[in-house]
């Protein structure tokens, strides 16, 4: 993404944006010698063999003591970009904010100068990582299911308490 200097923002405040909402949208392509730009292209996006793949799902951010900081989330097992991530290396995860057109009306000088264009005003945060894909570990799951609707119901005035409910399912 093309992003002018003056815009760039490197620092890990930015990041906070992933928490607020926390849903982003995780793309993960796989490279093949088939296709369009080395695309394989098939007609069934279910097919893990497919190119490219996306999901929106919410995330988790962590940030530990020694700077170094993940995001974790949950995809249901029988979501077939499941597959996918286990046979990449890297992916993206795209998190916006709210965006709004930006008129030239709205600039005072436009009138004088004519000097002004219509933009876009948004905030995104692109992530990319590594993928890592833990799976039949009821702890973790239960866990990261938690932190999230923790993270999420701590904004109700009576918010849920997912791990007193986890028996149930």
């Known amino acids: 993404m093309y992003i002018p200097k003056h ?3 490197m620092e890990l405040s930015r990041y906070k944006l992933s928490k607020k909402p926390p849903l982003g949208t995780l793309f993960s392509s796989k490279a093949s010698r088939q296709g369009f730009f080395g695309w394989r292209t098939s007609s069934n996006k279910d097919d893990p063999d497919f190119g490219m793949c996306a999901s929106h799902i919410p995330f988790v951010f962590v940030e530990f003591d020694n700077g170094e900081h993940k995001l974790i989330a949950h995809l249901a097992r029988k979501n077939k970009h499941v597959e996918m991530l286990e046979r990449v290396q890297k992916c993206l995860v795209v998190f916006q904010s709210v965006d709004s057109y930006i008129s030239p009306a709205w600039f005072p000088m436009k009138k004088k100068t004519h000097k002004f264009v219509p933009t876009w005003d948004f905030a995104a945060v692109h992530v990319y990582g ?12 239960i866990n990261m299911l938690s932190t999230l609707t923790d993270q999420e119901e701590e904004k109700r005035p009576e918010g849920e308490n997912v791990r007193s409910k986890v028996e149930r399912f």
């Open 130 to 141: 590594t993928p890592r894909i833990i799976r039949d570990d009821k702890d973790w799951l």
């Open 7 to 9: 815009f760039e923002s």
